[in-house]
């Protein structure tokens, strides 16, 4: 899938592989109860997320 992204072919990916979705994606959408929590670069939503609940899960989930 990495290989793909790097080729430039647009995916929407669901995981809870937060490393990867950091290193591959453009765009990234945090969800909890089904509902859009946080939307917005990797490098936004992983180093300053906006929602305490976006920012409770990367803690519990990113080693």
Known sequence: ???LADE???MII???EMN???EVADRVV?????V???EGSPEQ???NPLSPRTAEF???SIH
């Open 30 to 34: 945090f969800m909890d109860q089904g």
């Open 8 to 10: 430039g072919l647009t």
């Open 45 to 47: 939503l992983f180093l």
């Open 20 to 22: 990867f979705a950091r």
């Open 36 to 38: 859009i929590e946080e």
């Open 14 to 16: 669901v995981t809870h």
């Open 58 to 60: 990367l803690a519990r």
């Open 1 to 3: 899938m990495k290989q």
